[in-house]
């Protein structure tokens, strides 16, 4: 059983940075690439960032040069550190983890989500 919790979302004003932390837990044997992804209301969810194992890292568009992805392998843990946060940034984040469990299975795991608004 694999768990990924999210946190530190809520409401910013624009122009203003909010930290997501998305921790794994349960049977892990190793992750490979972690990512964040986002929904805004009546569009697609579309890629924010992913890093892999080996540190290659990949930015949506409109988010390269605000947004820096890192994690902690010690914890199991992805961050999203979010800087001159824009109106058109508010949606549902997801982090999403490929983990190879104790038993062998691999398998793209997703966080529940959360709210980040950018509005004043």
């Known amino acids: 059983q694999v768990q990924l919790v999210e946190s530190g979302g809520g409401l910013v004003q624009p122009g203003g940075s909010l930290r997501l932390s998305c921790a794994a837990s349960?049977?892990?044997?190793?992750?490979?690439?972690m990512g964040w992804y986002r929904q805004a209301p009546g569009k697609e969810r579309e890629l924010v960032a992913t890093?892999?194992?080996?540190?290659?890292?990949k930015y949506g568009d409109s988010v390269k040069g605000r947004f820096t992805i890192s994690r902690d392998n010690a914890k199991n843990t992805a961050f999203l550190q979010m800087n001159s946060l824009k109106p058109e940034d508010t949606g549902v984040y997801y982090c999403?983890?490929?983990?190879?469990?104790?038993?062998?299975?691999?398998?793209?795991?997703w966080g529940q989500g959360t709210q980040v608004t950018v509005s004043s």
């Open positions: 890093l892999t194992s080996g540190g290659i890292t």
């Open positions: 999403t983890h490929g983990i190879t469990t104790m038993s062998g299975f691999r398998y793209d795991y």
């Open positions: 349960g049977s892990i044997f190793s992750i490979n690439t």
